[in-house]
């Protein structure tokens, strides 16, 4: 079976610093997304991309950079964490027309 | 405002008992899915639908595109049942995966 595996899971940062996060999946899907979640609140897309290095933005791509550099691998990078921020950051994958699945997500703290 | 409308945002059920959860579009939702996250944060998917209904188990999902909502109805809810549930909807476009903000449903004994 296939697997949607994200690096790291906890992630500690300063602020100010660029963190980069990490999503591979291997079930050969084209789709694949970055969300971010709030603590209570739903998921809010990020970056999206439909295939190897495409990049289409979500509703909050405001202060991050995504990079598809192959069909496997889809990376998120915050540009500039932000002081006491918390969040789980969700990377999917899906084929077209099917529902997308999800890896454990990395939980960012910012100190 | 919000394209993926939940309702409602909290919900307490005794086990045993029936409920069902909304979501309201603001898009034009092509496609709609239902997601339970459990406590330690993983998402699992419960339903993918066209237009129409599913089943599975104690669980059904109608999604009724015309009137732009979608429901998922929880029949003899148990312990295990409680988590928050997740609408999503995809738009004409294809691919965008809008989110509502979630059902927190606990089951008690």
């Known amino acids: 079976g296939g697997i949607i595996t994200q690096t790291p899971k906890f992630l500690i940062g300063?602020?100010?610093?660029?963190?980069?996060?990490?999503?591979?999946q291997n079930f050969n899907h084209d789709t694949m997304y970055w969300y971010r979640?709030?603590?209570?609140?739903?998921?809010?897309l990020i970056y999206y991309s439909i295939t190897e290095n495409d990049l289409q933005k979500g509703d909050l791509s405001e202060g991050y950079d995504a990079s598809r550099e192959k069909k496997s691998s889809f990376s998120l990078t915050v540009t500039s964490a932000q002081k006491n921020e918390m969040a789980v950051f969700l990377c999917a994958s899906s084929?077209?027309?099917q529902a997308?699945?999800?890896g454990e997500g990395?939980?960012?703290?910012?100190l | 405002g919000d394209k993926v409308k939940q309702s409602p945002s909290a919900l307490s059920l005794q086990e045993g008992t029936n409920s069902a959860l909304r979501c309201n579009f603001s898009i034009a939702a092509t496609t709609v899915q239902w997601f339970l996250q459990n406590p330690r944060g993983s998402l699992m998917n419960l339903f993918y639908l066209v237009p129409g209904t599913k089943?599975?188990?104690?669980?059904?999902?109608a999604f009724d595109s015309k009137e732009s909502y979608s429901t998922l109805h929880i029949r003899d809810a148990q312990l295990?049942?409680?988590?928050?549930?997740?609408?999503?909807?995809?738009?004409?476009?294809g691919y965008k995966v809008v989110f509502g903000s979630g059902t927190r449903l606990l089951v008690s004994p």
């Open chain 1, 14 to 24: 300063q602020e100010g610093q660029k963190l980069t996060l990490k999503c591979q």
């Open chain 1, 37 to 44: 979640q709030d603590s209570g609140k739903g998921l809010r």
């Open chain 1, 95 to 97: 084929r077209d027309n």
């Open chain 1, 100 to 102: 997308p699945l999800f």
């Open chain 1, 106 to 110: 990395t939980r960012l703290s910012v």
């Open chain 2, 55 to 61: 089943e599975n188990g104690r669980l059904k999902s």
């Open chain 2, 80 to 93: 295990e049942d409680s988590g928050t549930y997740f609408c999503a909807a995809v738009g004409t476009g």
